[in-house]
């Protein structure tokens, strides 16, 4: 029997507030440890929350962009349970009644929109760090840092609506997206802004009935939830193959082994004796509140790309490409109240840019080039000053050096070659020095026009101007 997956996501994004959930302590992220708390946050007795106004219009913005419901009224709740970071015994969180409910949001996959539905969308507090480091401590002792006790989280649940690896890596991306740009989270994975537990199930193909799950957890990278939901469908398949039955468990992923193993059950035993937390007042939203939010969302992913289409007639793949971040999209619109040639920009960035950045390992965000200097080596191209392709040499030296494109293409001789004679003889070098191809080619294989093309730039090192060298090829190969 076939058998396909059935995943859930639970997703944590942690919220850009200025200050915590229910004190005025600072949210930013990588402060000194311990000095961003107070008795709130640190969870004395006696101490009474109040709750951050702004992470609830976070909160509601996202579950407007995802399609949800905005409860009029919603509960804060406490989930009791020990753990050294939570100073308090709890963590305030909701429970019976989120903040939204009912959502959807649409992937792409095969070239076909997919709905995968939220069940709900909840505001929480993050409990703090428990440090490990080497650096820090010595072999079995554990350091505490509580600066992250208090900053707000939503999570965001998916109803099991996800059918494989690549469909959770889609979707994932697609809320990150979302998040970035309503400026809500920053989306990083890997300092752990953004995370993610996987629910995954295996069913006979076709059939209705949901198996038993497991949880996975512990994934700090896209491709580390990818590798781990992959890891985890293919041991229940085993299982069942057995004639087994899969048990209920946590597994945390290794990604140094690329495993999923077990987590010690006596930290599963979850009875979390939710109750309505006795200090925060329900929250109560009305159409007001929801409507004042909704006259101030930004453009969406979605929206922002069919925009890009239609304004600047650019293709999907490149519009699809330019909005998956949203400081990649306000890059390329930057250029452009500097420079008009939107196809040219829109090629350069995906092209040279993304290649360079791609060889050096550089992030996007963390790149020095501006907007104004992108677009000056656009013109370049424009008035035939370089060609595309040095266009990528001088693009790699403006990330290196800060320097402006024109001085680096005068610097380094990088001026594109147009002087018809100079071209002439490049070819006439590289005709007489190729017999065998001029001969198959004279003898009807034309697709060697290639070849010879190649052979030319590259003895010009890349300069000569590729319009005026295939001209003159074109003369020089048909005329004999
Ligand atoms: P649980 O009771 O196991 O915590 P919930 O109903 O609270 O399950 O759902 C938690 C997450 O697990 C949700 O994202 C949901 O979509 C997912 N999920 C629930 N049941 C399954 C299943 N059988 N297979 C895969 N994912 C599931
Ligand atoms: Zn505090
Ligand atoms: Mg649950």
Redesign the pocket.
């Known amino acids: 029997m076939d058998y396909e997956a059935?995943?859930?996501?639970?997703v944590h994004a942690q919220l850009l507030t200025d200050s915590k959930a229910f004190c005025k302590c600072s949210a930013r992220f990588g402060g000194e440890q311990n000095q961003q708390v107070c008795p709130i946050c640190m969870g004395m007795p006696g101490v009474l929350p109040v709750m951050n106004a702004k992470a609830v219009d976070f909160a509601i913005k996202m579950g407007i962009a995802t399609n949800c419901e905005i409860s009029a009224r919603s509960i804060m709740a406490r989930k009791n349970y020990f753990y050294p970071d939570l100073p308090k015994g709890y963590q305030i969180s909701q429970y019976e009644e989120p903040l939204c409910k009912n959502g959807f949001v649409e992937i792409k996959i095969d070239d076909q929109m997919k709905k995968i539905r939220l069940?709900r969308i909840h505001l929480e507090e993050d409990a703090g760090k428990s440090i490990h480091a080497e650096e820090y401590v010595d072999a079995n002792e554990t350091l505490i840092d509580l600066n992250r006790c208090g900053v707000p989280l939503v999570e965001i649940?998916?109803?099991?609506?996800i059918s494989s690896p690549r469909e959770a890596y889609l979707y994932l991306s697609h809320l990150r997206q979302i998040l970035q740009y309503l400026e809500i989270c920053d989306g990083n994975l890997e300092e752990g802004s953004l995370r993610c537990d996987a629910?995954?199930?295996i069913k006979p193909v076709g059939t209705k009935k949901?198996?038993?799950?497991t949880?996975l957890k512990n994934m700090n990278s896209f491709h580390g939830i990818e590798k781990a939901l992959e890891f985890e469908i293919n041991r229940q398949k085993k299982i069942v193959a057995a004639g087994g039955n899969v048990q209920?468990q946590t597994l945390l992923w290794d990604a140094a082994n690329g495993i999923a193993a077990p987590m010690r059950s006596k930290e599963l035993a979850h009875d979390y004796r939710y109750f309505p937390d006795p200090d925060l007042v329900p929250i109560d939203v009305d159409q007001n509140w929801i409507d004042r939010i909704k006259a101030r969302m930004p453009e969406l992913p979605s929206a922002r790309k069919a925009r890009l289409i239609n304004q600047y007639n650019l293709p999907d793949y490149a519009a699809d490409v330019l909005t998956g971040s949203k400081t990649f999209a306000d890059f390329f619109e930057e250029c452009l109240t500097h420079i008009s040639n939107a196809k040219l920009v829109s090629n350069l960035m995906l092209g040279a840019m993304l290649r360079v950045l791609n060889e050096k390992k550089i992030d996007f965000n963390r790149m020095p080039v501006q907007p104004k200097n992108f677009a000056q080596l656009v013109e370049l191209i424009i008035n035939n000053t370089i060609n595309e392709s040095i266009a990528k040499t001088v693009f790699e030296k403006m990330v290196d050096s800060g320097q402006p494109a024109a001085a680096i293409v005068q610097e380094s001789g990088l001026s594109q070659v147009s002087d018809n004679a100079h071209i002439e003889a490049l070819i006439c070098d590289i005709l007489e020095t190729n017999p065998a191809e001029l001969k198959k080619y004279r003898a009807g294989k034309t697709k060697l026009f290639g070849f010879f093309m190649g052979q030319v730039m590259k003895a010009s090192r890349g300069k000569a101007n590729p319009k005026i060298v295939e001209d003159i090829l074109k003369r020089k190969l048909d005329t004999f």
């Open positions: 059935v995943i859930g996501l639970e069940n649940v998916s109803e099991p609506d629910n995954v199930s949901l198996g038993v799950s949880e209920k």
